[in-house]
C-alpha cells in the first residue's frame, strides 16, 4: 500500500480474506485524531485489488477531511467489499465482514455506501455494534441527510454565484438517480428549478420524469449538458482535464464523493470561473446523522438538522476566502479540515 499514492498518512489498513464466506475486504483508517474513523463501506465489482485499494484509500482520506468541517467527533476511515452488490453480495458475505469490523474493536465504525444498503446495514448491526445508520441505532438511512446538505449547499452556491436566494427555473443536471440523487431531485423540483437527469437506469430516469417532470439526458455526456448547476450524484472522478474545459455549467454542487480525478483539477475549474463546493463540505449531512446515533444524550434529529443547516454557512465561508486568498475552494477547504485537527494534536 506504501507505493500506492493514494496512502499519504494513512494510520492503518486491514484487509479480510474469507474464501469459504467469498470476502475480500479493505478497511483504510486514515485519522484518528478526531475520535475513531467513520465512513461507510462500498460493495462494488472492481476490475483489480489495485483499483480498489485505491478507491478505498482516497474515500477514508476524503472521510477525515469530511468529519473534521462538519464538527463530528470523530476521524476518517472508508472500507470497500470487492463484489457485485447484485449478485455476490449474501448472508454469508455480509456475516463474515460483520466478524471482520467485530474484530477491529471499534477502531473503524461503518455506515451505507454505494451498494450497501440500510437492510444490510441493520443486518451487520445485529451481529457488531461497529455499525451505525441502521433502524437499530436509530438515525436510519442517512441519504435524504445528504441530499438535504446538498440542496442547502447547492442554493448557497448558487447564491454566492449569481446573488439570487431562489431557484426558480435555474437549470441542473442531476447525475445518478439513487438514494441521494432522487431525493435531491425532489428538493430542486419543489423549489422549482428545471431539471435534467441520467442514470444508467432508464427506470430511475423515467421516475425522474414523471414525479418532477425532468428531462431525460443522455449519460455519456450529461455533464456536458448546457445548464446552470452541475450535481454528481453517482461515482467520483467524473471531472478531469479530459472535461473540464468543455463544461458549460457556472457551478458544480453535488453529492458523488472525489468528483475531481486530481485535486488540481480545482484550479483549472477556477480559471475557468465555474464555482466548485468541494464535495466533503456539501455532502456531510448522511455522517452527521449517523454519528448522532453515538451522542451520549441519544441520536437526538433536531440537533442533527440544525447542524445541516450549518452546512451553507460554512460553504460560503469557504467561497469567501477562497475568493480572497485566490486560492481554490478545494483548497481551503483542506485547510480548514486541517486546523481542527492541528488544534486537537495541540491539546
Ligand atoms: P446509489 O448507489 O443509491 O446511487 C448511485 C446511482 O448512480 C445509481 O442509480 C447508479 O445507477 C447511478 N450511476 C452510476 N454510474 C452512473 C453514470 N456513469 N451515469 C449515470 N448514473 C450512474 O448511491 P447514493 O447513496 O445515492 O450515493 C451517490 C453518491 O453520493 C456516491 O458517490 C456516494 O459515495 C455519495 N455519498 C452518498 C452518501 C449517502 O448518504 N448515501 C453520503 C455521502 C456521499
Not at 423515467?206 to 445548464?227: K, R, T
Request: aromatic letters at 6%; proline letters at 2%.
Amino acid at each position: 500500500a506504501r507505493e500506492n499514492s493514494a496512502y499519504d498518512g494513512h494510520e492503518r489498513l486491514w484487509m479480510g480474506k474469507d474464501t469459504v464466506r467469498g470476502l475480500t475486504a479493505i478497511v483504510a483508517i486514515h485519522d484518528t485524531t478526531l475520535g475513531p474513523a467513520l465512513g461507510g463501506t462500498r460493495i462494488w465489482k472492481y476490475s483489480s485489488f489495485d483499483e480498489a485499494l485505491t478507491d478505498v484509500l482516497r474515500l477514508s482520506r476524503g472521510m477525515t477531511l469530511k468529519n473534521s468541517v462538519c464538527g463530528i467527533p470523530f476521524g476518517g476511515g472508508k472500507a470497500v467489499i470487492i463484489a457485485d452488490s447484485k449478485t455476490e453480495k449474501n448472508a454469508q458475505l455480509l456475516t463474515a465482514y460483520a466478524d471482520m469490523l467485530q474484530a477491529l474493536t471499534g477502531q473503524y465504525i461503518t455506515a451505507e455506501d454505494v451498494g450497501l444498503t440500510l437492510s444490510d446495514a441493520d443486518f451487520l448491526r445485529l451481529r457488531t455494534s461497529n455499525v451505525a445508520g441502521t433502524t437499530i441505532g436509530g438515525s436510519e438511512n442517512p441519504s435524504p441527510f445528504t441530499a438535504l446538505g446538498v440542496f442547502l449547499g447547492l442554493k448557497a452556491a448558487w447564491k454566492f454565484k449569481t446573488g439570487r436566494g431562489d431557484l426558480k427555473d435555474v437549470r441542473v443536471a442531476v447525475q445518478g438517480l439513487g438514494a441521494v440523487g432522487l431525493s435531491l431531485c425532489r428538493h430542486l423540483h419543489q423549489a422549482s428549478a428545471k431539471l435534467v437527469v441520467a442514470d444508467m437506469d432508464q427506470a430511475k430516469c423515467e421516475q425522474a420524469h414523471s414525479e418532477f417532470s425532468a428531462e431525460i439526458g443522455n449519460s455519456a455526456n450529461i455533464l456536458l449538458s448546457d445548464v446552470d448547476i452541475l450535481a454528481p450524484c453517482a461515482l467520483g472522478g467524473v471531472f478531469s482535464a479530459l472535461n473540464i474545459d468543455v463544461l458549460n455549467a457556472q457551478i458544480i454542487a453535488g453529492a458523488a464523493n472525489n468528483q475531481l480525478l486530481t485535486h488540481t483539477g480545482a484550479n483549472r475549474l477556477r480559471d475557468r470561473g465555474i464555482l466548485y463546493a468541494p464535495d466533503y463540505v456539501l455532502n456531510a449531512g448522511g455522517v452527521i446523522n449517523v454519528a448522532a446515533e453515538f451522542d451520549l444524550d441519544g441520536y437526538d434529529r433536531t440537533k442533527v438538522l440544525t447542524m445541516i443547516d450549518g452546512i451553507p454557512a460554512t460553504l460560503t465561508r469557504i467561497f469567501e476566502r477562497a475568493e480572497r486568498e485566490g486560492a481554490a475552494t478545494n483548497d481551503i477547504a483542506e485547510i480548514i479540515a486541517r486546523e481542527r485537527i492541528e488544534a486537537e494534536k495541540s491539546r
